[in-house]
């Protein structure tokens, strides 16, 4: 028996069909300008540096900018020299790196290597609840806590120095090294370990001479992460670190850093227009260069050294 046909329902399934090919359509462009977003907002802010930092290199040159140890931007007769601030950020992020890695990575080793599952699971989010507090509250802490504490160990200390916000910014950064590194770690198949096990290695041995070598690649990724997050802080280093714009590698007295800098300028030392405030993207676009080639190494190690099981 041949089924009647609802001239009606044709219709209204015609339409239907045609809404779900549009909507078909408009998804992926609309995808497309959601994921825009990000790559145009990055445009806009290099592009914003740059305009602003040319205008400034038109007053001064580049080797002064980047040869010249003195920075006296609100002098009488001014100069821009960005040495002492890249001292002080490496100063301090070094300091950083040398209290985070070798702590980082022996919670990573604990975690991916000796811990329980139960023991796992209650620890990392304990060890990651440091990446959720304000760094403001890290500045205030080392300005308040630690700073008085090691002045007890080196009378010599200043009350603002580089030491106290280099220790703290390593604390900050200790989950980002124990996260990625016990990730890392946790990625290498049981089988390798249980092949040196069987061969008589001690889990130490196995530890040191499988595990790592087999995970080296997420390791230092996340050790040169780090250092792009420890360039990159502000807080910590404008509250305890001072304000001195001197070239000197003495750790007791006090530094600025780039970002401190920039800090230091907003606040409204300098006048909209004059060379002291496009300096501001002077220094700006020096840190984004700094932070870019860190996560372009982390990207290139991650690639070069990555092992496929």
């Given at each position: 028996m041949q089924k009647t046909v609802n001239v009606k329902e044709l219709i209204e399934n015609s339409k239907s069909r045609g809404k779900n090919r549009l909507i078909e359509k408009s998804v992926p462009i609309i995808l497309f300008l959601i994921a825009s977003i990000s790559i145009l907002t990055t445009i806009g802010i290099v592009f914003t540096l740059i305009v602003e930092a040319v205008l400034f290199f038109k007053e001064v040159s580049l080797i002064e900018f980047f040869t010249s140890t003195k920075l006296a931007p609100l002098a009488k007769d001014p100069s821009f020299g960005i040495l002492p601030l890249i001292n002080g950020t490496l100063i301090t992020t070094l300091i950083a790196m040398l209290v985070a890695i070798p702590i980082g990575l022996?919670?990573?080793?604990?975690?991916?290597?000796?811990?329980?599952?139960?023991?796992?699971?209650?620890?990392?989010p304990l060890i990651e609840i440091l990446a959720g507090i304000p760094t403001i509250v890290y500045g205030f802490f080392a300005f308040t806590f630690v700073t008085p504490l090691l002045r007890q160990v080196i009378p010599t200390l200043e009350p603002v120095n580089a030491l106290s916000p280099g220790i703290v910014m390593g604390i900050m950064i200790i989950p980002l090294v124990a996260s990625l590194s016990e990730d890392a770690m946790s990625a290498v198949p049981n089988a390798m370990r249980e092949g040196a096990l069987a061969l008589g290695a001690t889990k130490f041995e196995v530890t040191m001479k499988v595990v790592i070598p087999a995970a080296i690649s997420g390791i230092i990724a996340s050790f040169v992460l780090a250092i792009s997050r420890a360039i990159g802080e502000t807080m910590i280093v404008a509250i305890a670190s001072g304000s001195n714009k001197v070239f000197t590698f003495d750790i007791t007295q006090p530094m600025q850093t780039m970002t401190a800098y920039i800090v230091e300028f907003t606040s409204g030392d300098a006048g909209s227009g004059t060379v002291g405030y496009h300096s501001l993207y002077a220094v700006g676009i020096t840190l984004f260069a700094f932070t870019l080639l860190m996560n372009l190494l982390a990207q290139f190690i991650s690639r070069k050294f990555r092992e496929e099981y």
């Open positions: 022996t919670a990573a080793i604990y975690l991916s290597e000796y811990a329980s599952e139960k023991v796992r699971r209650q620890l990392k």
